[in-house]
């Protein structure tokens, strides 16, 4: 990057600093913005511009702290900025605890500049970390109606769309305490509850064991009854490093998992209990026998089985939450993004233990109705296939994913073929087919086995690399992803030398402003002054403070006393000063022209 043509300009470093942001070097960044506020050490040439694109280059160094610090700053210097409301919006929301600042923040930068899509896109985010995905699918989709080639937007649309819920989902982002004492939190509730499971399974294992292997009744009691105690002890441990019990409420609401698991575990040992208490002196007979023996198998399997059944729920549940079709259409507008590639493969994951579940289910049905005719239900997984590569189109469908996973493209030919085979099963009586029909309903079956083998083995080796795996947990937001830099990095609107010199002389100054009847205009005689930014300082009246709190887009007329042709029009945002008693407005556009005479004038851009 070539250094400024005039090193002792600031606004020139703060355009380098862009340019480095633009190309990912956040350090080169900072260390340009640094230059221009040490030219300017006052902001009075860029006004906020130094401090946001310094704020965003520590964010991207990880230095949040800082990074708030300079947007506090900008903030500060232009307080109707949109641009560095958004910025300081951006910072706090990495801060803990300060999530509804960073709302606000958010909030008063779409109401600056509703016609900008990043402020919309911030809203979105903030909604979205949340799980409020209503409010964030509404956002995004304003802003790709502003911008729709946005893909920020684009994908995290789609991650709305998908119900995503972020690694931290026990944690409520408003909450004023930091993520990581819930976090000890959430890993003592849930290692207690892995610890208790285990030692039940185990324990019962032994009890079993001891009755039915040596006829040890009273001693399998009696050490089954002493694993509670072992259970009491576990528990107490654990329970003191959950300090933050106020939360823990809040925590098993916002988190499906954690509360499932701690709630199968209070049924595990309830389970257990009644195992133990009416254990049996032999091996009671199948589910088909009395009913005694059957209760205690049942309840005997739930504490067994309890870490297998929940595993699969979480799978299956996973799968069929949120609309992974209209996510995926909104993932491939997105284009050749590293970020939306990703979630197109986890989602196709998604999708394919879908297509899984399917003939699964169709397979149980058959067996438990013992009716081969609701095999036919199968045949709907090659229509569902078939509708979600025409929704999606080839780019980014099975064509593009067999080139970067096989494995994914091997469970969705087999569980399509699965479901043909139960189809043509459930089709084959009502043809007089019975032979074919019955090899074809026990081989869809064992293609039905095949899929779990290569989910397990996918699911392994990704989490033996670290990499992305084929679950929900895998799929990211698009944070400052693609080449676009965003709006809170771009130069302040200035005011050209006659535009200052018009509002300096002149004593004509009209104020325009929206009100509840209509458009209002205002004069308000002079300008009290215009700041070194460009920053327009009125003494105006009390409606007109009214007027901007309600709406702050307001738009200042002035005619050049020098030349009687000459007029101006500055349209900014207006914020009150109580102290100083002014009005603050920060120019979004300023048109200047001249106006009809001999030869009829046209506006311009000033």
């Not at 441990?237 to 106020?246: D, E, F, H, P």
């Not at 049905?365 to 080839?394: I, K, M, N």
Request: with cysteine; hydrophobic share 50%.
């Amino acid at each position: 990057m070539p250094p400024p043509r005039d090193p002792a300009d600031p606004r020139q470093w703060c355009a380098v600093a862009a340019a480095w942001l633009a190309r990912d070097r956040p350090e080169a960044a900072l260390e340009a913005a640094r230059k221009a506020l040490d030219l300017d050490p006052r902001s009075e040439s860029g006004a906020d511009w130094g401090y946001r694109l310094a704020s965003l280059a520590f964010e991207r160094l990880g230095r949040d702290a800082e990074a708030v610090a300079a947007a506090e700053e900008a903030v500060r210097l232009a307080p109707g900025s949109w641009a560095a409301r958004m910025r300081l919006g951006a910072a706090l929301r990495r801060v803990p605890g300060r999530w509804r600042e960073s709302r606000a923040q958010a909030a008063r930068a779409v109401r600056y500049a509703p016609e900008e899509p990043d402020p919309h896109v911030l809203a979105g985010d903030l909604a979205l970390l949340r799980g409020e995905y209503a409010a964030a699918e509404a956002a995004y989709r304003e802003a790709l109606r502003l911008l729709p080639g946005h893909p920020g937007a684009r994908v995290n649309l789609g991650l709305a769309r998908l119900r995503w819920e972020r690694p931290r989902a026990h944690h409520d982002p408003a909450w004023p305490v930091d993520p990581r004492e819930t976090g000890r939190a959430r890993r003592a509730l849930a290692t207690w509850s892995r610890q208790i499971r285990i030692l039940l399974a185990v324990a019962l294992v032994a009890v079993c064991a001891t009755e039915f292997g040596f006829g040890l009744a009273s001693v399998a009691r009696i050490g089954g009854g002493l694993v509670l105690l072992a259970v009491l002890a576990i528990t107490l441990r654990r329970a003191q490093r959950v300090r933050l019990w106020s939360y823990v409420p809040g925590m098993l609401a916002r988190d499906l998992w954690l509360s499932t698991s701690v709630s199968i575990t209070l049924v595990a040992v309830a389970a257990y209990v009644a195992v133990v208490a009416i254990l049996p002196a032999e091996i009671p007979p199948p589910p088909s026998g009395p009913v005694p023996g059957a209760l205690w198998a049942s309840l005997a399997g739930l504490v067994l089985l309890n870490g297998m059944v929940l595993l699969v729920l979480r799978v299956l549940v996973e799968a069929w939450r949120g609309r992974p079709v209209s996510a995926l259409a909104e993932f491939a507008a997105a284009g050749d993004d590293r970020t939306a590639r990703r979630d197109v493969n986890v989602t196709l994951w998604l999708v394919a233990v879908r297509v899984w579940s399917v003939p699964a289910a169709v397979t149980v049905a058959v067996v438990v109705l013992d009716e081969r005719s609701w095999a036919l239900a199968a045949l709907a997984v090659p229509l569902a296939l078939g509708r979600l590569r025409v929704r999606v189109g080839p780019p980014l469908g099975l064509a593009r994913a067999s080139a970067s996973d096989r494995a994914l493209v091997a469970v969705l030919a087999l569980s399509a073929s699965a479901s043909i085979l139960l189809g043509v099963a459930g089709a084959a009586p009502a043809l007089g087919l019975d032979p074919p029909g019955e090899w074809a309903w026990w081989a869809g079956i064992a293609l039905l086995a095949v899929p779990v083998a290569v989910f397990a083995t996918r699911s392994v080796r990704a989490w033996w690399h670290g990499a992305p795996g084929p679950w929900r947990a895998s799929l990211v937001m698009c944070d400052g992803c693609g080449s676009r830099l965003p709006g809170d990095a771009g130069a302040p609107v200035g005011l050209s030398g006659e535009v200052r010199a018009a509002f300096t002389y002149a004593r004509g100054v009209v104020l325009a402003y929206a009100d509840p009847s209509g458009p209002r205009a205002l004069a308000v005689g002079a300008v009290s002054s215009v700041g070194p930014s460009g920053e327009l300082r009125l003494i105006a009246a009390s409606d007109a403070w009214e007027a901007a709190e309600r709406d702050p887009r307001v738009a200042v007329f002035v005619a050049d006393p020098l030349d009687r042709r000459f007029w101006a029009e500055v349209r900014g945002v207006a914020v009150g000063d109580t102290e100083a008693d002014l009005l603050r407005i920060t120019p979004k556009e300023v048109v200047v022209g001249e106006y009809p005479g001999r030869h009829q004038g046209r506006a311009r851009r000033g």
